[in-house]
Each structure stands twice: as C-alpha cells, then as structure tokens.
C-alpha cells in the first residue's frame, strides 16, 4: 500500500471558522490530489499539485485552498467553512515518473468533514 | 456539467456470473482511463487502465474496454466473486493532468 495518511480522520466544526486537513506521502511522489465525494457526484477535484510550490485549480476550488511547502504534504484550507462543504475528502497521490504513462492515483483514507 | 457518467447507480448480480459496468463521457479530449472500487470507509483503490489508443486491456479477470467513437467504455468482471462488492468509479484524464470521476456503481455479487 502507499504511503498516504490524512489527519484528521473526522471532525465538526461550525460555519464560518477555518478548517486545515493535512495530507503526508511517504511515498516522494510529484502529484498530489484533493478531492471532495458527495452523493449523485462521485469525486470531484479541488485542487492539485505538481511539485512543491506548484498547485492549479480543480473543478470546485472556490472556497477553498491549498498549500505544498514540502514533497511529503498537502495542506487543504477551507478558509470559512459553510455547510455546502460538509463531505469526504480524499486526498491523492501519483508517481508521475517513469518511460511509460502511468495515471492511477493511490488514495488516503479520507476525512469526514461535518460543517454545522 | 458531468463530463464523466455512470448511468446505472447499482447493479446485482450472482457469484460466478459476468459483472459488467459501463462508462459514458464527453470530453473527447481524455487520453487516459481508469477504473477504480471503493469500499465502505475506506478510499479508492485502482484496478485497471487503458490509453485512449488502446480498445481493449485485461488484467486477470478484469477487463476494459473503450469505444472512441461512443464515448464509452465498460468494466468486466468474470467471474464475480462476493468480494467484488463494492462500489466502482470510472475515471479520465485530460492533458493538464487533471482527472474527472463518474458517480460511481454500486456492485453487489450474490453468493
């Protein structure tokens, strides 16, 4: 299995203050993924990351951040949380490396995040 | 907008018999496919790819297969054991790196 963990498992926090979930790799993979599951969408990407320093936009990044100052984490900042982001998020990584392609994504565990 | 698709949300089916999952996208702008199944609790796992060049790829007793011209591409499971239980993604890649996932299938194996 890779080495991916995610910290917290769950928490509840109440609308408007910030949130922070921290994804670690063991694994010194390039790519690195954030994604929220929701009913009746599967998972949807919120932001990702190339390298160190280097993120881009998913498909529902508003309201939320990201930051990579080291290879091994992935830090996803809900700056104000509100109920529309209570959710599972999963955090993703990939090796990138290698003469042939190679896209599957090994996942965390997921956080369960409740928003009241 | 679903760029990904899974239009049947479960699907039953008895131990030893064929498992088949189907896929539909838009984008004809992915290279890259991927199946992956999640358990309850726990996070995606991958289970098998296949390029857009490519129409058929099998590993053990899965099976993708992608028609371009569709825009589809399904899952084959033979033969279904109890442990194929779970619920199954498909997913694409465009260029740019970023990836798009169906809702998922919930697959249940009868013993």
């Known amino acids: 299995d890779a080495g991916i963990t995610q910290s917290p498992r769950h928490k509840v926090t109440e609308t408007g203050t910030p949130v922070t979930l921290r994804c670690h790799q063991t694994e010194n993979h390039r790519y690195m993924y954030w994604y929220r599951q929701d009913p009746g969408h599967g998972l949807r990407l919120i932001h990702y990351s190339y390298g160190v320093k280097d993120t881009d936009k998913g498909e529902v990044s508003d309201g939320y951040s990201v930051s990579r100052s080291k290879t091994e984490d992935f830090l996803l900042t809900l700056e104000s949380a509100t109920s529309s982001q209570t959710s599972v998020y999963f955090c993703?990584?990939?090796?990138?490396?290698?003469?042939?392609?190679?896209?599957?994504?090994?996942f965390g565990p997921g956080t369960r995040l409740t928003v009241t | 907008d679903q760029q990904v698709k899974q239009n049947s949300p479960s699907l039953s089916v008895q131990e030893g018999r064929i498992s088949i999952l189907n896929c539909d996208y838009t984008?004809?702008?992915?290279?890259?496919f991927l199946w992956y199944k999640k358990y309850p609790a726990e996070g995606p796992t991958f289970l098998i790819s296949?390029?857009?060049?490519?129409d058929k790829n099998e590993d053990g007793r899965f099976t993708v297969f992608l028609n371009k011209s569709a825009k589809h591409l399904s899952l084959h499971i033979v033969p279904s054991q109890p442990g194929d239980s779970a619920v199954y993604f498909c997913?694409?890649?465009?260029?740019?790196?970023?990836?798009?996932f169906g809702t998922g299938t919930s697959l249940t194996v009868i013993p």
């Open positions: 296949i390029s857009s060049i490519k």
């Open positions: 984008n004809s702008m992915f290279d890259y």
């Open positions: 997913a694409a890649r465009t260029t740019g790196n970023q990836f798009y």
């Open positions: 993703a990584i990939r090796s990138g490396a290698g003469g042939l392609p190679s896209y599957e994504q090994y």
